[in-house]
């Protein structure tokens, strides 16, 4: 096993550089530490899978390092320390962080998906454990996980179609399920060329459109959660996703910008935190015009 710890390993990525929010100012302080602890976990996991250099075995051992040092096996991973003192601190489990891991073991073992359901067993482990995560930290009902779980897996195959390119090239993991090259007539190897053949686009949009009617199930989420300020960072996630997948069924991952700029974030998570708040309040209002009057 090797002598070094997973943070040697680090990307320098941070929360501040994902495509959707973390634990942003709109959340509520007590409960930013708990999220952000869990990040710098499965950031750490993340890059050590990801790693250029590194062979699978010791990536999987550093994985298992920072499993062990998570369950109190060990001290030498100082993310899975910190987290573990969060998670003993709230009374939480550390089954979605153990998730995660799964995922990333995944990773270095598995560089192709078959179809629609085998990718989303994998959102099932790398994705929907994050919003979980987030609503066991916020106290939400377990109620809220089926649309969550829609929600986490939307947002991770808007991933998956943008680095689809890089992905390939980089790491020779694809995460576009076969079935849908097949279906469109295409292969893998096109994701290697400059920009995408007419067969190569249909597949990517139509994956992008599949993708949408999936985000369409989680709609409902910032309406089901407790916590205002969460519901409020949710419906900005959903926006800037819904942008991204109208994007995504239209125009080529391989060859255009496919992400947003800072000033379309901006507007857009804007224009949703606006609507929120009236959509909450009005809920609120509309509550209390229907409550009955006391005798």
Known sequence: MTTK???????????????????????????????????????????????????????LDLLDQLEQDLLGSGDANPEAVTLR???????????????????????????????WDDLIDYCSYSAMPVGRFVLDVHGEDTKTWPTNDALCAALQIINHIQDCQQD??????????????????????????????????RCLHKLARRTHELLRGSDSLPAMVEDFRLGLEISVIQSLAHRLTRILETRDPLSERVHLSGARVFGI???????????????????????????
Do not use: C
Request: charged share 20%; hydrophobic share 45%; aromatic share 8%.
């Open 168 to 201: 390939y090239r980089n790491l020779n993991r694809v995460y576009i399920p076969l079935d849908a090259f097949a279906a469109a007539g295409t292969e893998v190897a096109a994701l290697n060329e400059a920009r995408a053949s007419p067969a190569l686009a």
């Open 85 to 115: 003192l969060a998670l003993s601190q709230r009374g939480l489990s550390p089954r979605h962080a153990q998730n995660l891991l799964t995922a990333f073991r995944m990773d270095v073992t598995k560089l192709r998906y078959r179809d």
């Open 5 to 59: 710890t997973a943070n040697t390993f680090r990307s320098g990525k941070s929360h501040r550089d994902e495509n959707f929010p973390v634990a942003s100012w709109l959340i509520h302080p007590r409960h930013r530490g708990p999220i952000l602890a869990f990040y710098n976990f499965v950031r750490t996991a993340d890059d050590i899978a990801d790693h250029a250099t590194l062979d699978a075995k010791t990536k």
């Open 269 to 295: 998570g804007g224009a949703a935190l606006i609507s929120g708040i009236l959509h909450r309040f009005g809920r609120r209002l509309a509550a209390g015009f229907h409550r009955p009057r006391a005798a």
